[in-house]
Nanobody, 124 residues
């Protein structure tokens, strides 16, 4: 599955951005999707995840209450609405899909397909 992210850019602290991740094909065996990010000089970290049904979501503590993950009805596009952005949110954001069930949605090793990333820069 090819994933393409979009929506990144340069914003000021307190602004909002919405990232999109579109799959080239709809896979009936996808069990969920997630967003991860990698800041300069740091390891890639979990941001948010959503189950295929869209009913259950999971967030990193650092973004809880500010970011919202969602999918469209066709389950082809995954969104990450980011509000109240902070300079520490600056990173390359990657979306990923889970194509095999595992109980852990925070581990990047449990995701099989990845996008190329989109850069989000938040200035103070």
């Amino acid at each position: 599955v090819q994933l393409v992210e979009s929506g990144g850019g340069l914003v000021q602290a307190g602004d909002s951005l919405r990232l999109s991740c579109t799959a080239s094909v709809r896979r009936s065996n996808n069990v969920g999707a997630g967003w991860f990010r990698q800041a300069p000089g740091k390891e890639r970290e979990f941001v948010a995840a959503i189950t295929r049904s869209g009913i259950s979501t999971l967030y990193a503590d650092s973004v809880k209450g500010r970011f919202t993950i969602s999918t469209d009805r066709a389950k082809i596009t995954v969104y990450l609405q980011m509000n109240s952005l902070k300079p520490e949110d600056t990173a390359v954001y990657y979306c990923a899909t889970k194509e095999r069930y595992s109980p852990n949605y925070r581990n990047q090793e449990d995701y099989q397909s990845w996008g190329q990333g989109t850069l989000v820069t938040v200035s103070s």
